[in-house]
């Protein structure tokens, strides 16, 4: 059984994790030195913020354009990823499913924007500030591979899908992670939130016409039997 899909997720939760913990403890002791080191021009005109938005914006683009050392839960809307469950489905039972996770899907977002929308109205009325923000961004970057390799509440509580691999929102992360660079008014909080809108949008609108690619159902790649990523190591998939 292939763990290499899993190491490599693991390590990148590792990597997080990490960032998390300098992060907060700045954040915790030393916030405006942090938040001013951060802002500091380091090479000209350009501050480590500039490379930390150059690399989520590097790290989009290739959810734009999946390549092969992605999970199959992102690259599942390719074409050249799809072996159709000949004969084992109907056309109503694809329909059928394209309902219920719509009607989830938009469960999800209703209860993402809602949780949102009180730092938004926080961060207007001042009781909280940028940094704040920022702080909350990186636990949302933490929180993305937490709900991969540990705990999904939108997969438990809404979706109800088996995995990661059957995800019908998997790639709405950068779109969850950069929710709170809406509230801040500057072009490069700004340009991460809209191309995180672009990503969740490509996704939808493959999800839109070509549906059978991702349900169990209809996609032979999506079973447990044809699994080749095996990131069910801790969180077990659902019945």
């Not at 809406?182 to 700004?190: G, K």
């Not at 996609?219 to 699994?227: A, D, Q, T, V, Y």
Request: aromatic share 22%; glycine share 2%.
């Amino acid at each position: 059984m292939s763990t290499l899909m899993f190491k490599k997720y693991f390590a990148r939760f590792i990597f997080r994790l990490a960032v998390f913990c300098v992060v907060f403890y700045f954040y915790l002791f030393h916030a405006d030195w942090f938040w001013d080191m951060i802002h500091t021009p380091v090479l000209g005109p350009v501050s480590a913020f500039h490379a930390i938005w150059a690399v989520f914006m590097g790290i989009m683009i290739i959810h734009i354009f999946p390549l092969k050392h992605l999970s199959m839960a992102e690259r599942k809307s390719l074409q050249e990823t799809y072996k159709e469950n000949t004969g084992k489905y109907t056309k109503a039972e694809l329909f059928d499913f394209v309902q219920q996770s719509n009607i989830r899907a938009w469960k999800v977002m209703l209860a993402w924007l809602s949780f949102n929308a009180i730092f938004g109205v926080l961060y207007l009325l001042d009781v909280i500030d940028q940094k704040d923000l920022f702080m909350l961004t990186v636990f949302f970057y933490l929180s993305d591979l937490i709900c991969m390799l540990f705990f999904c509440p939108f997969q438990s509580f809404f979706m109800k899908n088996r995995c990661c691999v059957n995800c019908r929102i998997f790639d709405w992360g950068h779109f969850m992670m950069f929710t709170p660079m809406l509230f801040i008014r500057d072009f490069f909080t700004w340009s991460l939130f809209f191309t995180s809108l672009v990503v969740l949008i490509r996704w939808e609108l493959i999800f839109a016409k070509y549906p059978e690619r991702f349900w169990l159902g209809s996609n032979k790649s999506l079973r447990c039997e044809n699994c080749t990523d095996k990131m069910c190591r801790i969180k077990k998939p659902l019945k």
